[in-house]
Each structure stands twice: as structure tokens, then as C-alpha cells.
């Protein structure tokens, strides 16, 4: 089933949760709903769902306007961050249930809730589990009944709002790795709500990235990633260092003097002096030794973490002019054996490039 959001505003009192959110999902898409708390996500994710009504704007599924549809009437499937089961049910009982509380004249017989019921099991990899309780269950078993109890009314749109978000990382990964066999396996159109960038990134099929109620970008994991649209979308997706400084016709200065360098922005080439910041990820600096007269940022290695085949490096500013890097951490990643080979060690002076910047101008 496709999904039509257009221009759907929502506020509270005199909060605005969504402005003019307009958005296209495809039938079988599985899209991810990304952005920081209070960014809206969950409130366009209920409005959807029909548990919470817009102020304007209309929700279209498969072309037929469904705004004012009752939620029930809508065919989604809905799972929440905290499970929702019965407790006083088996995990039998609890994927029956939507099953047997339909009308009598949609309702399956009982053979067939049966044999519904241990094909959600299975497909969950959790048959073996039917006669447990709920308080029997680890978090991770918990969360994937749910989502069996979602899929037993066959629903032709499944919303996830931060289905693994109260689970531990590891168990996260397993899920969300598991989350995206499941959907290539049935194919359902598929929303789910999560502020965890890398979970965004790892499952979805298409990111919508929200801020203040608005979109700031759409587009597949690796399109957001390598070309963010604006200042937040860098910032918020995975680590970055922010530096402020000068661009002029196609390059952006940062630091001043010997401790300086030059960042290409051929996409600023009418720049004049123009006030300027550029994003850079940790993993795209250069990190050698500090030489007298080399271009590059002067630093000092304050705190060096080696965790496996990546060292994380804190490095202070040593300049102690306004230009844009002073009395800051900065944080740059280089790999364990370059750490190694190098020899670093704590209070070392060391000059940093950037290899890769995102420049824009203010």
C-alpha cells in the first residue's frame, strides 16, 4: 500500500508539531522516520495511524483519502516502544488476539487462528516460546511477539515507534538486522520512528529526517549520509566538529596564520569574505606530527582511545586566538596500527587536514 501525507499540520496549544509535512511512501517501502525528540516524528507516525488527528492536511492510502477514517478501519499494524502485551495472556493468546476480537463474520475460524498463530511464531522465530507469559521473556523476545501480535490481522501498513528503544545495543542489532529480513520476506509498507541514527541508516530503505516539525531531507541511507541538505542534517547524523571561519572565492580559510588551513568550496566561488562553518567527521582528518611552518591546525593530544582497530583521538586547539578552533576539543579517528606506528602519546603537538569538509555559508 502507498502512502500520501500532504501538508499535515498539527499543533499543540501553542506548539507547533508539524508544519506542512508532505511526504510519499511507496508500497512496500520501508522508511524510517528519523530526527531528535520533539522533532514530530511520533505525532506524523499517529497520524497515520488515525490515533491522532491532524489540524489540516490529508493522508491518502493507495490513492483513497483515509484522514477522517477511523483508526481501526485503516488496516495498520502498531507497535510501540514498550511492548503493550497482555500480561495475563500466553504468547499464544496475545498474537491470537486481534484474530479473535474481529466481527464474527471476519473472524477466522479457530483451525485457522491456530495455524496463524504458529506461523507468526515461526516467522518470529519464537514457537517454541507459545505457552510463556510476557514476565517470562526477555525484553528482545518481548518486542518481536509484539510485532507478531501486529502481523496477525495481516495489516497493509506496519508502524514502528521506537520498537528496539528500550532494549540494551546489542540486542538492538540483533533485532534491527532481523527487522529487515522480516519486511524483504513479506513486503508490508513499513514507517518506523527512531532518533538512533545508525539504526536509521542500517535498516531503512529511505530516511525522512525531521526537525522542529519540518522535513529537512529524504532521501536513501547513503544519499543523507554523503550529501546532507543543510547544517542540521550533518550535525545530527553521527559525530562531526564544527569550525567557523572565512570563505573567498571558492575556498573556505579556517585558523589563522602558520596554524591555518584551506578548505576547496568551489560551490561558494562568489563568496567575498563571506562568514562561513564547515562540518568535518572525525574519521576525515589527517593526523601527523606537529612541524614548524607546515600548514595544517596545531594541536595537543589530550586523551587517546584505542577500542579494537579504532583509536579516538581528543585533541585541544593550541591556539588561543579567535579563529573559530580555539579552546575546543576536537575529535579525529585514525586507525589503531597508524596510532601505534606513530607512537603518539598524550601532550604530543600534531597538526590536522581535513580531508573532507562540508563548508556552508552563513
Known amino acids: 500500500m502507498s502512502i500520501e501525507i500532504r501538508n499535515i499540520h498539527k499543533e499543540f496549544g501553542n506548539f507547533q508539531a508539524l ?106 522465530q519464537l514457537d517454541w516460546l507459545s505457552d510463556r507469559y510476557p514476565s517470562q521473556l526477555s525484553g528482545g523476545q518481548r518486542q518481536r511477539i509484539a510485532l507478531a501480535r501486529a502481523l496477525a490481522v495481516e495489516p497493509k501498513v506496519l508502524l514502528l515507534d521506537e520498537p528496539f528503544g528500550a532494549l540494551d545495543a546489542k540486542v538492538r542489532k540483533e533485532l534491527r538486522r532481523w527487522l529487515r529480513h522480516l519486511h524483504d520476506d513479506l513486503n508490508v509498507t513499513t514507517i518506523f520512528v527512531t532518533h538512533d541514527q545508525e539504526e ?49 572565492e571558492g575556498e ?28 568535518v567527521r572525525p574519521h576525515d582528518f589527517e593526523v601527523r606530527r606537529y612541524v614548524a611552518g607546515e600548514a595544517g591546525l596545531r594541536v595537543q593530544l589530550s586523551r587517546a582511545m584505542v577500542v579494537g582497530p579504532i583509536a ?11 579563529n573559530g578552533v580555539a579552546e575546543k576539543i576536537i575529535e579525529a579517528q585514525i586507525s589503531a596500527h597508524e596510532f601505534q606506528t606513530q607512537g603518539f602519546v598524550q601532550g604530543d603537538d600534531l597538526l590536522l587536514t581535513p580531508r573532507k569538509a562540508r563548508v556552508f555559508v552563513a
Open 200 to 248: 536509521a541508516l542500517e535498516v531503512a530503505d529511505r530516511v525522512v529526517v525531521m526537525n522542529k516539525g519540518q522535513v529537512e531531507q529524504i532521501g536513501s541511507p547513503q544519499d543523507v549520509w554523503e550529501h546532507p541538505a543543510s547544517p542540521f542534517v550533518y550535525g545530527f547524523l553521527g559525530d562531526v566538529n564544527l569550525f567557523h571561519g572565512r570563505a573567498h
Open 19 to 124: 508544519g506542512d509535512v508532505s511526504l510519499d511512501i511507496h508500497s512496500g517501502e520501508l522508511i524510517a522516520l528519523l530526527g531528535p525528540s520533539g522533532c514530530g516524528k511520533t505525532t506524523l507516525l499517529r497520524i497515520i495511524a488515525g490515533l491522532e488527528s491532524a489540524d489540516s492536511g490529508t493522508i491518502l492510502f493507495s490513492g483513497e483519502d483515509t484522514t477522517h477514517v477511523h483508526v481501526r478501519d485503516r488496516q495498520v499494524g502498531f507497535v510501540f516502544q514498550h511492548y503493550a502485551l497482555f500480561r495475563h495472556m500466553t504468547v499464544f493468546e496475545n498474537v491470537a488476539f486481534g484474530l479473535r476480537v474481529k466481527p464474527r463474520h471476519l473472524r477466522p475460524s479457530e483451525a485457522q487462528i491456530q495455524q496463524k498463530v504458529h506461523d507468526l511464531l515461526n516467522l518470529v
Open 312 to 322: 579516538r583521538l581528543e585533541l585541544q586547539a593550541q591556539s588561543t586566538e579567535s
Open 252 to 279: 573556505m580559510h579556517i585558523g589563522l596564520n602558520e596554524q591555518s588551513v584551506r578548505v576547496a568550496s568551489p560551490e561558494f566561488q562568489d563568496a567575498q569574505d563571506a562568514k562561513a562553518f564547515a562540518y
